[in-house]
C-alpha cells in the first residue's frame, strides 16, 4: 500500500488507475483525505476549506465501490472511471444529507430536501463526498473574506487570500484535502482561486453544466465547473458533471465532447493561440507579466503560432459586470425572505408584519457584500436608471460578444494571466469593495459572453514566491480546446519546474489542536 | 447620471426589504456612490444601434409535455421553514393591523 501522504498528493486520475488495478481502496483513499482534512483544516490557523466534513457518507459510498470491486463481475464493470475517487464539494451546491449554507448566516443549519444535478452525478459516479466547502456568502467576493463562518487561508501562504468566492475549493485541492471539487464561476469565482492557490480550475461554456441546485447570484452569468490539480483531472470531472439536464431551462442541448481524450492529445502545433493586448501590460504585477510571457515562450517553442488580438470593449466589461451582477443577484436573493427556508428574526419593536420580519431577517442574516450588491442591484432596475444601467450594460454585453468573435477569427484560443496579481494579504482589500472587484478584471469577459475559461498554474511571481495563473479561452462550446492547450501548457511547465508547482508549495504543520487531539 | 446618496440607500433598503442602522446607510451611500460612479462609463459605451443581449448563448423557449414530474412533498417542502402549520408555511400578519 502507498503511504498516504503519497495517496492524498496523486492526481485524481491516477487514483482511479490504482483503484481499478486494486493497488488501494476507496475506503483507505477516502480515509486518507479525512485525516489530512482532520490535520490541517482547523484550528487557529488552519486552512478553513471546510465548512462541514462528511465523513460517515463519504466513507460509506467508498465501502459500497470496494464491495463492488471486490465482487467483480459485470457491477464492478460498469463502475464509472472515478468510481470511489473522493471530492468536495462548494457550499452553493445543495446536497441531501449535508447542510448547505452558502456561507451565509441567512441558510445557517438548512438541509436542502433535494440534490443538484451535478450532486446527482457525482452520486451516481460513486464519487465520495468529503464535504462542502468555504465561499464568499452567496459567492459575492474575490477573496472568501466574506464568507459568515470566517476567511479561507491560502496553503501557499495562510496569512493570505485564496481567492474566491471558491476559495474553498481551491484551498482544499492545493493542501491535498481533496484531490477534484466542484466550484462556481460568475466573474472569475473558479478561475481566480485557482490562479492564486496554484491549482487549474474550469468554467465551461454558459449552459454546457446544468444549475439546477446551485443557488443563483447571477443567472446569466453563473457556471459550475471543476477545481482540481491537473487539466486532465479537471477534464476527467467536467465528463462527470456535464451534459444536458432537463432541469435546467439553459442547459445545452449538445452532447458533451471528449474532453479526457483532447486532455490527452499533447500537440499544439499549428494551432493559434491569441494574447488579448487589453489584458496584461498595465495594471498586472511584473511577476505575473513574467510568469505569463514564460508560457507564451513555452507554447511558441511546442509550434503554436502567437498573434495578438484586440477585445477593445473588454475595459466596459467590469462596470458593465458589477450592473448586471447585482442587478440579477437582487432579484434571485429576494426569496430569502424568512418564510420558506432559513433564518427568521422578528423585529424587536413595533408591529409584527411579514415586511418589518424579512426587514429584521434580511438584516440580520446578510453580511455587507451581499447588502451592497442588493441595494446596487435594486438601484440599477429602477425606475429612472433601468435603461442607463441595466440596459446599457446588457448593449456592453452584446459589444463583448462581438470582440470575443473578432478575436475567435483570429485565434483558436485566447490567452491572458487568470488575475493581474498573486494572492493579497487577509484584510488588504476588504474595506475597499472598488479595488476587490478589479482583481476579477481578466476573468469577467468569459462570464459575460458565455464563453470557456480554464485557469492553470502559471509558476510563481519573482517578487513574492506566489502561484501565478494562466488563462485559456476558446469560444462557446469548444471547451475541448481549453483541455488540448491547457494538459500541452502543464506538461511544458512541468518539465520545466522538473514535477508539479503545488510540489513546491511549503508543508503545512497542521493545528496545534488537532495534533493534540491525536 | 446622478449620483447615489443617502435618502436614495435608505430608499433603496427598504425596496429591498433590508432595516439599515443610521451608521449603515452612511457606510453604505459612502461606498455606493464610489461603485456608481465607476460604471458610469457603461452608459456612453454602446450607440442606440447596438442590440442588448440579455442571455450568453442564443436558446429558444424550452418546452415539455404537460405531465406530473418529479415533485417535494409537503413536508420536504416545509423541512427547512422556520414556521409551519396543517401543511402550510406559517408566517406573521400580511398587512398592517394599526
Same mark, same amino acid.
Given at each position: ?331 434571485? @436573493? ?119 475559461? @480554464? ?64 | 447620471?446622478?449620483? /447615489? ?12 426589504? /433590508? ?15 464610489? /461603485? ?20 450568453? /448563448? ?41
Amino acid at each position: 500500500m502507498t503511504d498516504t501522504n503519497e495517496l492524498i498528493r496523486l492526481s485524481a486520475a491516477r487514483l482511479a488507475e490504482k483503484l481499478r488495478a486494486g493497488e488501494v481502496t476507496s475506503v483507505q483513499v477516502t480515509q486518507a483525505f479525512l485525516d489530512r482534512i482532520a490535520a490541517v483544516d482547523g484550528g487557529e490557523r488552519g486552512v478553513n476549506a471546510f465548512l462541514h466534513v462528511n465523513t460517515e457518507e463519504a466513507l460509506a459510498v467508498a465501502a459500497e465501490v470496494d464491495a463492488i470491486r471486490a465482487a467483480g463481475g459485470a457491477a464492478a464493470e460498469e463502475l464509472h472511471e472515478l468510481a470511489g475517487v473522493p471530492i468536495a464539494v462548494k457550499d452553493l451546491i445543495v446536497t441531501i444529507g449535508q447542510p448547505t449554507t452558502a456561507g451565509s448566516k441567512i441558510l445557517e443549519g438548512w438541509h436542502s430536501p433535494y440534490d443538484a444535478t451535478v450532486v446527482k452525478r457525482l452520486r451516481a459516479a460513486k464519487m465520495p463526498i468529503l464535504g462542502k466547502t468555504n465561499l464568499d456568502e452567496f459567492a459575492m467576493g474575490s477573496s472568501t473574506e466574506h464568507s459568515a463562518y470566517g476567511p479561507t487561508r491560502n496553503p501557499w501562504d495562510l496569512d493570505r487570500i485564496p481567492g474566491g468566492s471558491g476559495g474553498g475549493s481551491a484551498a482544499a485541492v492545493a493542501a491535498f484535502e481533496a484531490p477534484l471539487a466542484l466550484g462556481t464561476d460568475t466573474g472569475g469565482s473558479i478561475r481566480q482561486p485557482g490562479a492564486v492557490t496554484g491549482t487549474v480550475g474550469v468554467k465551461p461554456t454558459y449552459g454546457s453544466v446544468s444549475r439546477y441546485g446551485a443557488i443563483a447570484m447571477a443567472s446569466s452569468l453563473d457556471q459550475i465547473g471543476p477545481v482540481s490539480r491537473t487539466v486532465l483531472d479537471s477534464a476527467l470531472l467536467h465528463q462527470v458533471i456535464g451534459g444536458h439536464d432537463p432541469f435546467d431551462s439553459t442547459s445545452l442541448p449538445d452532447p458533451l465532447a471528449d474532453l479526457a481524450a483532447a486532455a490527452r492529445l499533447g500537440s499544439v502545433d499549428g494551432m493559434k493561440i491569441g494574447i488579448i493586448k487589453e489584458l496584461h501590460g498595465e495594471g498586472y504585477q511584473a511577476g505575473v507579466e513574467n510568469r505569463f510571457n514564460e508560457s507564451l515562450d513555452l507554447l511558441k517553442e511546442a509550434g503554436a503560432e502567437i498573434v495578438e488580438v484586440s477585445c477593445p470593449n473588454f475595459k466596459y466589461a467590469l462596470g458593465a459586470y458589477y450592473l448586471i451582477m447585482p442587478s440579477e443577484a437582487s432579484s434571485n @436573493l429576494a426569496k430569502f425572505d424568512g418564510v420558506r427556508y432559513g433564518l427568521r428574526v422578528l423585529p424587536e419593536e413595533g408591529p409584527l408584519t411579514i415586511e418589518r420580519v424579512m426587514g429584521a431577517t434580511r438584516a440580520a442574516g446578510f453580511g455587507d457584500e451581499v447588502k451592497r450588491r442588493i441595494i446596487l442591484g435594486t438601484y440599477a432596475l429602477s425606475a429612472g436608471y433601468y435603461d442607463a444601467y441595466y440596459g446599457s450594460a446588457q448593449k456592453v454585453r452584446t459589444l463583448i460578444q462581438r470582440d470575443f468573435e473578432a478575436a475567435f477569427a483570429q485565434a483558436d484560443v485566447l490567452i491572458s494571466p487568470t488575475a493581474p496579481t498573486t494572492a493579497f494579504k487577509l484584510g488588504e482589500k476588504l474595506n475597499d469593495p472598488l479595488a476587490m472587484y478589479l482583481n476579477d478584471v481578466a476573468t469577467i469577459p468569459a462570464n459575460m459572453a458565455g464563453v470557456p475559461g @480554464l485557469s492553470l498554474p502559471g509558476g510563481l511571481a519573482d517578487e513574492d514566491g506566489l502561484p501565478v495563473g494562466i488563462q485559456l479561452l476558446a469560444p462557446a462550446r469548444q471547451d475541448a480546446r481549453l483541455y488540448q492547450v491547457g494538459a500541452v501548457l502543464e506538461s511544458l511547465l512541468e518539465n520545466k519546474w522538473g514535477g508539479p508547482l503545488l510540489a513546491q508549495a511549503p508543508e503545512l504543520a497542521g493545528s496545534t489542536e488537532t495534533q493534540e487531539a491525536k | 447620471m446622478a449620483a /447615489i446618496n443617502r435618502d436614495d440607500v435608505a430608499h433603496l433598503a427598504q425596496l429591498a426589504h /433590508i432595516e439599515m442602522s443610521a451608521e449603515e446607510l452612511d457606510r453604505m451611500a459612502g461606498e455606493l456612490a464610489v /461603485i456608481v460612479d465607476s460604471v458610469k462609463s457603461v452608459s456612453e459605451a454602446a450607440g442606440d444601434d447596438v442590440p442588448a443581449t440579455s442571455h450568453p /448563448i442564443p436558446l429558444t423557449n424550452v418546452f415539455r409535455e404537460d405531465v406530473v414530474g418529479h415533485t417535494l412533498t409537503a413536508e420536504q417542502a416545509l423541512s427547512g421553514a422556520p414556521d409551519s402549520d396543517d401543511n402550510r408555511f406559517k408566517v406573521p400578519a400580511i398587512l398592517d393591523e394599526a
